[in-house]
C-alpha cells in the first residue's frame, strides 16, 4: 500500500520507505527550505517530519479503516537532542497504542545511525472514525 | 545568498544592543530558509513577548480532505517566535537550542486563516529559558494552540 503524503509534506520534500521489516522510514533532504540557522536543520522542519512519520505510520496501520478515520492531533510533545546537520534526515514512528478514539505514538529522527537520534516526538491523536 | 553563521552571529547582536529593531532583524534573517518557505512575518513585540504569524497557504496543507494546515508550521512558527521573545527578554546575544516544545491543540485553525504567535519568555535562568504562549487565528481569546517549551543556551550568560 502506498502512502499519500500531504502537500506539507511535499514542500518538504519527504519521501517515504519501507525498510526490510516492512516499516515506514521516512526521508528529508537538507536545502534552505528545512534550514534554520546556517548549515542547520530548523526545529520546526524537524518537528514537521516527525509528525508526517506519525502520520503516514497511522494510516498504515489503520489498513482498510484509513479511509473513513480522520486522524487529529491534541499533543505534540517535541524533543531535542542533537543538532540536525546538512545531510539527509531519516524518521520512523512506533505506535505505542492504536486503540478506538486515541492513538499514541513515538516518532524519531536520525542522520548518520538509528540509535543516535536527533529528535523525537511524542503525539496523541484523536481518531474520529465514520459511524457508517 | 543566504547568511552565512558569523553574518547571523552580526545581525543577532545588532538586535540584542538595540541597534536594529524587530522589524528589520526579521527582514535581515528570514528570506533564504524554512522560516522563508513557510513565509514567518514579524508582527509585535513588547519587553518580553513577541509575535510573529504565517500567512495561509496550500503547501502547507496537512490534510488535503478539509485544507487545514498541518501542525508542523505552527510548531515552527512558535518555536520561531520563541527564540525570538528570548533574544528580546535576556536583552543578551545567545544562540538558543530548543530542548522540548510541547504544542496542544484546542481546535484545527480555520481554512484560509492567518496564524499568528504569542510567544512570551516568562523566565531564564543561567543556562535554561523557559517560554509559555499561544497562537489564534484572528481572535486572541479564542486560541487554536496552547504552547510550552524549554532552551538551552549555547555559551553561558556572563
Known amino acids: ?132 | 545568498m543566504s547568511p552565512d553563521q558569523h553574518d547571523v552571529n552580526a545581525i543577532r547582536e545588532k538586535l540584542t544592543s538595540g541597534e536594529i529593531g524587530p522589524r528589520a532583524f526579521f527582514k535581515m534573517l528570514n528570506q533564504h530558509s524554512h522560516n522563508g518557505l513557510i513565509g514567518v512575518q514579524y508582527v509585535a513585540n513588547a519587553d518580553k513577548w513577541v509575535e510573529l504569524a504565517i500567512d495561509y497557504d496550500e503547501k502547507l496543507v496537512g490534510d488535503p480532505a478539509t485544507g487545514i494546515l498541518a501542525s508542523g508550521p505552527i510548531i515552527s512558527l512558535c518555536d520561531m517566535a520563541s527564540g525570538m521573545c528570548i533574544m528580546l527578554t535576556t536583552g543578551k546575544f545567545f544562540q538558543t537550542v530548543t530542548i522540548d516544545l510541547r504544542v496542544d491543540y484546542l481546535r484545527p485553525a480555520k481554512v484560509g486563516q492567518r496564524v499568528t504567535a504569542h510567544m512570551e519568555c516568562y523566565r531564564y535562568t543561567r543556562n535554561v529559558a523557559f517560554v509559555r504562549g499561544f497562537a489564534h487565528d484572528g481572535e486572541a481569546d479564542s486560541p487554536i494552540a496552547n504552547v510550552a517549551g524549554t532552551f538551552m543556551f549555547l555559551g553561558a550568560p556572563e
Open chain 1, 1 to 132: 500500500m502506498t502512502i499519500a503524503l500531504p502537500p506539507y509534506a511535499q514542500a518538504l520534500r519527504i519521501e517515504t520507505s519501507r525498510d526490510n521489516n516492512g516499516r515506514i522510514v521516512l526521508t528529508m533532504p537538507f536545502g534552505s527550505h528545512v534550514q534554520g540557522r546556517p548549515n542547520f536543520l530548523h526545529g520546526g522542519a524537524i518537528a514537521g517530519l516527525l509528525e508526517i512519520a506519525a502520520f503516514a505510520s497511522l494510516r498504515d496501520a489503520l489498513g482498510d479503516e484509513e479511509a473513513t478515520v480522520q486522524i487529529k492531533p491534541i499533543t505534540v510533545t517535541t524533543d531535542y537532542m542533537r543538532g540536525g546537520r546538512a545531510r539527509l534526515t531519516y524518521a520512523a514512528a512506533v505506535i505505542s497504542r492504536l486503540g478506538q478514539r486515541m492513538a499514541n505514538v513515538e516518532s524519531f529522527a536520525w542522520q548518520e545511525e538509528e540509535s543516535k537520534p536527533i529528535a523525537a516526538a511524542r503525539m496523541n491523536f484523536l481518531l474520529v472514525r465514520d459511524k457508517s
